[in-house]
C-alpha cells in the first residue's frame, strides 16, 4: 500500500468510549486524508492536512478530530465514540502534482471499526 | 445534489466482452477524473486518471471525458473475471485538495 500503514487494522470499541486511529506514511506527501466508506454513501471525506500542524475539515467532520505533529503521521479522533461511526476508515495520501503530474489519492488499507 | 453520480450496478458481462462504467459530476470546476478499483474488503486503487476532453488509454482500460456533458466513463475491454470489483469514480475540484467519490458500480465478468 505505497508507504502507508494504518492501525489498528480493526478495533471493536463500546459507545462512548475514546478512539484514536492511526495513519503513518513513508512517501513525504505533503497531504493526508482521512474518508470513511459506508455501503451506500461510499468514501466521504473526514479531515485532511496540508501541513504539520494545518488540518481542514471534510463534509463528515462532525464528531472527528484530527492531529498532525509530524509529516508521517495524521491521527483521526472519535472523542466519545457513537454507533453511527461504526465504518471502514481509510487514510489516503496524495503528492498533489508531483511525480504523476496529478494530484492522485493512494489509499491505506483502511482500518474497520465497530461500536457497540 | 450529490457532487459524483454513478449507476450502483450490478454491471455484469460476460467474459471477453466490453465493460461500460459511466458518471457524472455537478460541477464545472471539476479539473481531473479518476477511476479507482476496489476488491470487497480491500482498499481502492488507481486505475488512470484523466483531466483533458477525449480519451485515455492504459492497456484494455480506456478513460473518457466530456467536459461539456460533465460525464466520464471508462472501458474495460477484453473482461476478465479478476476485474470483478467495484469501481469509483472520483473528481478533483481546481486541481486542490478535495476529491469527491462516486458511490462506485458493481462489476461482475461472468467466465
Known amino acids: 500500500d505505497a508507504g502507508i500503514t494504518q492501525s489498528p487494522r480493526h478495533k471493536v470499541t463500546e459507545t462512548g468510549t475514546p478512539v484514536t486511529l492511526r495513519c503513518h506514511q513513508t512517501?513525504?506527501?505533503?497531504?493526508m486524508y482521512w474518508y470513511r466508506q459506508d455501503p451506500g454513501h461510499g468514501l466521504r471525506l473526514i479531515h485532511y492536512?496540508?501541513?504539520?500542524?494545518?488540518?481542514d475539515k471534510g463534509e463528515v467532520s462532525d464528531g472527528y478530530s484530527v492531529s498532525r505533529s509530524k509529516t508521517e503521521d495524521f491521527l483521526l479522533t472519535l472523542e466519545s465514540a457513537t454507533s453511527s461511526q461504526t465504518s471502514v476508515y481509510f487514510c489516503?495520501?496524495?503528492?498533489?502534482?508531483?511525480?504523476?503530474?496529478?494530484?492522485?489519492?493512494?489509499f491505506g488499507a483502511g482500518s474497520r471499526l465497530t461500536v457497540l | 445534489q450529490k457532487e459524483v453520480e454513478q449507476n450502483s450496478g450490478p454491471l455484469s458481462v460476460p467474459e471477453g466482452a466490453i465493460a461500460s462504467l459511466n458518471c457524472t459530476y455537478s460541477?464545472?470546476?471539476?479539473?481531473?477524473f479518476f477511476w479507482y478499483r476496489q476488491y470487497s474488503g480491500k482498499s481502492p486503487e488507481l486505475i488512470m486518471f484523466?483531466?483533458?476532453?477525449g480519451d485515455k488509454e492504459d492497456g484494455r482500460f480506456t478513460a473518457q471525458l466530456n467536459k461539456a456533458s460533465q460525464y466520464v466513463s471508462l472501458l474495460i475491454r477484453d473482461s476478465q473475471p479478476s476485474d470483478s470489483a467495484t469501481y469509483l469514480c472520483?473528481?478533483?475540484?481546481?486541481?486542490?485538495?478535495?476529491?469527491?467519490f462516486g458511490t462506485g458500480t458493481s462489476l461482475t465478468v461472468i467466465p
Open positions: 472520483a473528481v478533483n475540484l481546481y486541481f486542490g485538495n478535495q476529491f469527491y
Open positions: 492536512s496540508y501541513g504539520v500542524k494545518d488540518t
Open positions: 489516503a495520501i496524495s503528492d498533489m502534482g508531483g511525480s504523476s503530474g496529478a494530484n492522485v489519492l493512494t
Open positions: 512517501e513525504n506527501h505533503r497531504y
Open positions: 460541477d464545472r470546476g471539476s479539473q481531473s
Open positions: 484523466i483531466y483533458s476532453n
